[in-house]
């Protein structure tokens, strides 16, 4: 591990920067990221630890995590990813090699944009859910369970849901026009109708996704409102894959929150009122 007082590097082939000429290259927008912090840290207790970053160049991860003082982000560890990792990458998950500290992580464009900070942000609540509850909430689920027991450690992403069953469109179509309309009468109905299509496992997959990508882009939106950015609404639109419960997590927590402002501040209540609804 590699604090600020140290001058260690790691060196793995000709083509592999170290990890101080990283941390040169990337030191103003790494600060970018702390001096964006100090403006959206108080929309949700979420956003009030900075996470690690964990860059990725030629399969290698370059960490950096915040300073004790808060004020800059310092090089940490500089080492071989442990699979291949695409271009573009965008996510949060614990890193064996720092501790299972959560992270994100991200390729080095994700700072060519202002939306793309506030992507870090996105996958920073992930950490926030991680860090919280993740693991405990997963134990409820069957759908957990059964991937856990076949070792299917993807399954977020390549569970089978059957997105184009008719009368799951149906139901979910209405249930995001219900919360556009914010009518309470319809939402209810609409999220019963949705729920009767629908296996336990399935079910439970969608409650979950809402709940995860959901309240990541609920937060997402309050950020892009307070840094006058247009709010993402990605998903919503047929066909239907992963990303419309992003879209009608984010708008069903919105419609929670108005109705119990102190909801969205414990993540872990948010989730059960969301599966009991």
């Excluded at 994100?104 to 994700?110: A, F, K, L, S």
């Excluded at 944009?113 to 860090?131: A, S």
């Excluded at 109705?259 to 209540?269: A, E, F, G």
Aim: hydrophobic share 40%.
């Amino acid at each position: 591990m590699q604090t600020e007082e140290s001058d260690k590097t790691w060196n793995f082939d000709t083509n592999t920067l170290n990890l101080d000429t990283l941390a040169s290259q990337y030191h103003a927008k790494l600060q970018q990221v702390v001096e964006i912090h100090t403006l959206i840290k108080d929309i949700h207790p979420g956003l009030y630890t900075m996470f690690p970053i964990a860059l990725v160049e030629n399969n290698q991860f370059y960490i950096f995590d915040i300073s004790p003082s808060q004020q800059r982000y310092i090089p940490i560890l500089q080492i071989p990813t442990p699979m291949p990792i695409p271009a573009g990458v965008r996510a949060a998950f614990p890193l064996e090699c720092y501790n299972n500290r959560p992270a994100c992580v991200v390729t080095g464009e994700v700072f060519d944009t202002l939306e793309g900070y506030v992507t870090i942000f996105h996958e920073f609540i992930h950490c926030y859910q991680w860090q919280m509850c993740e693991s405990d909430l997963k134990q409820t689920l069957e759908v957990a369970r059964v991937a856990q027991a076949e070792n299917n450690f993807m399954w977020e992403l390549n569970y089978p849901f059957p997105y184009s069953a008719s009368g799951f469109i149906e139901g979910y179509t209405l249930f995001l026009d219900a919360l556009t309309v914010n009518t309470p009468d319809a939402v209810s109905e609409y999220r019963a109708s949705a729920k009767a299509v629908l296996q336990k496992c399935d079910y439970e997959y969608m409650i979950w996704q809402e709940w995860k990508e959901g309240f990541a882009r609920f937060i997402e939106n309050q950020i892009r409102n307070q840094l006058q950015l247009e709010e993402n609404h990605n998903g919503k639109h047929l066909p239907f894959d992963r990303v419309v419960f992003y879209e009608g997590g984010a708008e069903f927590i919105r419609f929670l929150d108005q109705r119990q402002p102190d909801l969205v501040q414990n993540i872990k209540n948010l989730f059960h009122q969301m599966m009991a609804f």
